[in-house]
């Protein structure tokens, strides 16, 4: 009995057997290289005659894929379909046109396995579009049973955990990572088209920076130091800006050693973007702009069903953060007031305060957090977000207490994050010491050490410039209508059994 077996199942020691048989037969059971010329898709999709008669084939396909369905009819033919990521079809195959030799193999295969068709295609008598086997090889043996076939995969922890199994079962799951495909790949030809140059900047980073989170640590025994796997690759990017590149985008694995939800996974995909020259509303444009695109290009349409609410991606509004809170609770922060004012106000909205919350921004942000961000639904670019929770924002010209800043909200979620990068040093450097401070009175998402590289690399010049940063595993989300980050993920992390 193979080690692989357990508890002594008959189905796969059955299927052992089988191997065994296929051997004696002088058939490789886990087999070589075949010539697949055909994927499935293009098969059904050729507009070619049909012909029960494989003597009148005018054209050939030569195809291969997994059986998901196999049935005898009689001793000398079989139905079954074949899959692959384009498709499923049907084939049917006859003794007397494969041949005594090749047939005999049939007798040892089943659902689960890999087999190669080379055929012509007919309707059935009810109308199914069938390849029929002019010749037929075995290609490979499966030995762990698939799913029953009505049920599926359902239970959702053993999708996540095998998601090899779930990508055979559920043909939507496949196209949901097909889709993700299409969308990152949209957005890279849609930013190159545009001059944006893509680089690739470190994930490794020997000090914290570029975002608010807690890091991932690691050690590099050659270096005999600490290095941080990438929060966001900002500073890093922005670098380039001040080399002399006047457009830069990545599209990468950024890591925050943070909670698990429907909505966070450790390691997620974003795209960020930077471009010389410009602003926050400029990014505003481009970010509606490139979100409406891609949802034309991958669905052709703007009007999606996301969590049971019809949204329209594009006309999206804009509303500073302020007035919104004011349009939501009432309150007015527009009026200058000092921070037990602000708290008072909090204690009497029951607005929750951790103890670093100790300044009016930090409050003006809690309040849109806590009371505001669920009543967004539409897209709505939300702006002008408090200095004291912006460290890398250039503060707005006519009111020092805000920023040139955004976020994408649709459905009460975020989708992105944008602003006029600060490129004064010495601004740059105050707000670094700020975090650090931050840091030392508990919150564990502030940069507890002064990125002095950066600093440098300001006081090298950085033209005015505007950024933008895109959370691309919620925009598959969104545009797929998964309801959990885990659902557009392949390998999403799960806890120990």
């Given at each position: 009995m193979n080690p692989t077996i357990e508890n002594n199942d008959h189905i796969v020691q059955d299927k052992w057997n089988k191997v065994?048989?296929?051997?004696?037969?002088?058939?490789?059971?886990?087999?070589?290289?075949?010539?697949?010329?055909?994927?499935?898709?293009?098969?059904?999709?050729?507009?070619?005659?049909?012909?029960?008669?494989?003597?009148?084939?005018?054209?050939?396909?030569?195809?291969?894929?997994?059986?998901?369905?196999?049935?005898?009819?009689?001793?000398?033919?079989?139905?079954?379909?074949?899959?692959?990521?384009?498709?499923?079809?049907?084939?049917?195959?006859?003794?007397?046109?494969?041949?005594?030799?090749?047939?005999?193999?049939?007798s040892k295969i089943g659902t689960g396995d890999f087999i190669g068709i080379k055929g012509g295609v007919f309707k059935t008598g009810k109308g199914e579009f069938t390849l029929r086997a002019?010749?037929?090889?075995?290609?490979?043996?499966?030995?762990?049973?698939?799913?029953?076939?009505?049920?599926?995969l359902t239970d959702v922890e053993t999708r996540y955990r095998q998601r090899y199994v779930d990508l055979i079962m559920n043909r939507e799951v496949k196209q949901t990572?097909?889709?993700?495909?299409?969308?990152?790949?949209?957005?890279?030809?849609?930013?190159?088209?545009?001059?944006?140059?893509?680089?690739?900047?470190?994930?490794?980073?020997?000090?914290?920076?570029?975002?608010?989170?807690?890091?991932f640590v690691t050690y590099h025994n050659a270096l005999d130091m600490e290095l941080y796997l990438r929060i966001a690759p900002e500073l890093y990017l922005k670098r380039l800006i001040v080399g002399g590149f006047d457009k830069v985008f990545e599209i990468n694995r950024s890591f925050r050693n943070e909670g698990i939800s429907t909505r966070h996974n450790p390691e997620f995909t974003m795209m960020e973007l930077y471009q010389a020259y410009a602003d926050f509303e400029d990014i505003m444009d481009l970010t509606e702009e490139i979100i409406t695109n891609t949802a034309k290009e991958v669905l052709g349409t703007t009007d999606v069903v996301y969590n049971g609410k019809e949204i329209k991606l594009e006309g999206f509004a804009r509303i500073h953060m302020v007035d919104i809170i004011k349009d939501v609770t009432g309150v007015d922060f527009w009026p200058e007031m000092s921070v037990e004012?602000?708290?008072?106000?909090?204690?009497?909205n029951e607005v929750h305060l951790a103890p670093h919350m100790d300044t009016v921004g930090h409050i003006i942000n809690e309040f849109f957090e806590q009371k505001c961000e669920e009543t967004i639904v539409q897209p709505t670019f939300v702006m002008g977000h408090p200095v004291e929770i912006s460290p890398l924002a250039k503060r707005t010209k006519n009111d020092g207490r805000f920023t040139d800043r955004f976020?994408?909200?649709?459905?009460?979620?975020?989708?992105?994050?944008?602003?006029?990068?600060?490129?004064?040093?010495?601004d740059q450097k105050s707000r670094f010491m700020d975090q650090v401070a931050e840091a030392t009175k508990g919150n564990d998402e502030a940069n507890a050490v002064v990125d002095e590289d950066y600093i440098n690399a300001l006081e090298y010049g950085l033209p005015p410039t505007g950024g933008l940063g895109i959370g691309i595993d919620r925009l598959v989300m969104l545009l797929t209508g998964a309801e959990s980050i885990r659902d557009v993920l392949l390998f999403p992390h799960m806890r120990k059994k």
């Open positions: 065994e048989e296929i051997k004696a037969m002088g058939i490789e059971p886990f087999g070589r290289k075949y010539s697949k010329l055909n994927m499935v898709e293009d098969i059904i999709n050729s507009e070619v005659e049909f012909d029960k008669d494989p003597e009148n084939y005018n054209e050939v396909f030569q195809t291969a894929g997994r059986i998901m369905a196999f049935r005898p009819a009689g001793k000398k033919a079989v139905f079954g379909h074949i899959e692959d990521q384009t498709g499923r079809v049907q084939f049917y195959i006859r003794k007397d046109v494969v041949g005594d030799e090749a047939f005999e193999v049939i002019l010749e037929f090889e075995f290609l490979s043996k499966n030995i762990k049973p698939l799913p029953d076939k009505f049920h599926g990572f097909i889709t993700r495909t299409k969308i990152v790949s949209f957005i890279r030809t849609f930013l190159t088209k545009k001059d944006f140059l893509e680089v690739e900047t470190p994930i490794m980073h020997p000090i914290v920076g570029g975002a608010s989170a807690k890091p004012d602000a708290k008072e106000l909090a204690k009497a976020e994408l909200f649709i459905d009460a979620r975020e989708y992105g994050n944008a602003f006029s990068e600060l490129n004064d040093p010495a």
